[in-house]
C-alpha cells in the first residue's frame, strides 16, 4: 500500500510551486540516496494550538472538507494531522500565518455572531472562511491558502482519503480507452 509520505509527496506536487513549506519539508527529498528523517507516530513534539484554536482548526477543516456520503475531514484525523506538521515541521515564523488568521476568524466571528467560531453555525463558519479566501480580513488569503493546502493534504494523505475517498487499486485493471465516463465513480490511485 502506498506510504504518508509517497502521498505527500503528491499532493505537494499537485500544489504547484506555492506549497506550504512544512508539507515540501514533510514530503521530503525525493530520489532513492534520499536520506529522510523518519516522522515520528507520537503526538506533537510541542502543542501548537490553544485548547480554543485546536476547537476553530476542528471545526473549520470539517468546512474544507466535509462528511458527505464519505467520511470528512474530522474522521480523517485532519486537525491532529495539522498541529503535527506544524509543531514538528515547520518553524515558529512559518506558524504565525496560520496562528494570526485563526484569532482573525475568532475575532471576526465574536464580532459578527458574537459566538466563538467553533460555536458558529455551518453556514456562518462557511462565511468567515469566505471572507478569508476572498482576503476580505487582514492577512485571510494567506491563511486559507496555508490552511486548505493542510486540510487537503491531511486528508488526501490519510487512510480514510486514500481508501474511501479515493479507490486503491496496486495494479489498476487493463487499458480500456472506451470506458464509458458514465460508468467512473471513483478516483483511483496506485
Known amino acids: ?53 485546536r476547537e476553530a ?8 472538507l466535509p462528511t458527505t456520503d464519505t467520511p470528512g475531514a474530522i474522521a480523517a484525523g485532519v486537525p491532529a494531522y495539522i498541529e503535527k506538521l506544524l509543531a514538528d515541521w515547520s ?8 496562528l494570526a488568521g485563526l484569532a482573525l476568524i475568532e475575532a471576526r466571528s465574536m464580532q459578527d455572531y458574537k459566538v466563538p467560531v467553533s460555536k458558529a453555525t455551518s453556514a456562518q463558519q462557511d462565511a468567515l472562511l469566505t471572507l478569508a479566501m476572498n482576503d476580505q480580513l487582514p492577512g485571510g488569503s494567506p491563511f486559507f491558502l496555508a490552511f486548505r ?21 496496486p495494479v489498476p485493471g487493463e487499458y480500456n480507452g472506451a470506458f464509458p465516463y458514465s460508468k467512473v465513480n471513483k478516483v483511483y490511485t496506485a
Open 57 to 64: 482548526v476542528t471545526v473549520l477543516s470539517e468546512r474544507v
Open 149 to 169: 493546502q493542510l486540510v487537503l493534504t491531511g486528508y488526501y494523505t490519510s487512510e480514510i482519503g486514500m481508501t474511501q475517498e479515493r479507490e486503491y487499486l
Open 91 to 98: 518553524y515558529p515564523a512559518e506558524r504565525e500565518p496560520l
Open 1 to 53: 500500500m502506498i506510504d504518508r509520505r509517497s502521498a505527500l509527496a503528491s499532493v505537494a506536487a499537485m500544489f504547484g510551486t506555492a506549497v506550504f513549506a512544512p508539507i515540501a519539508r514533510a514530503a521530503g527529498p525525493a530520489g532513492p540516496v534520499a536520506v529522510v528523517p523518519k516522522i515520528s507516530d507520537g503526538p506533537p513534539t510541542v502543542a501548537v494550538f490553544t485548547p480554543a484554536q
